[in-house]
């Protein structure tokens, strides 16, 4: 595994046990149920897409090594087109997260 995989690994445990360290309690101190889920998701993606996103412009800039340093290799090129292609999917992934995160706080004002 290179190590910018295990570095975008690290981060991500990171970020996502990061908003953990918060408690939230329901009115009355019982179990809180759909609007602790709904807090905790909202957290965790306004955690994590910044970070994403910063992923992201390193993965493209390792990636833009990669092509320049391929030489023309087509193994080299492949490798180089593989990890543009996971990073674009990746912000796809964070996008749709966040566009879920709207529709929920759109949804949650309505009611």
Request: aromatic share 10%.
């Amino acid at each position: 595994m290179p190590f910018y995989s295990k570095a975008l690994l690290a981060l991500a445990l990171v970020s996502l046990f990061s908003f953990a360290t918060t408690s939230v309690f329901a009115q009355g101190g019982g179990p809180a149920g759909i609007p602790l889920i709904e807090y905790m998701f909202a957290r965790v993606v306004c955690v994590t897409v910044p970070l994403g996103y910063t992923a992201l412009l390193v993965v493209l800039v390792i990636a833009g090594i990669k092509y320049l340093t391929s030489g023309g290799e087509a193994k080299a090129v492949a490798s180089a087109h593989q990890t543009v292609t996971w990073g674009l999917l990746g912000v796809l992934f964070l996008a749709i997260a966040w566009l879920i995160l709207l529709l929920i706080k759109t949804n949650s004002m309505k009611a």
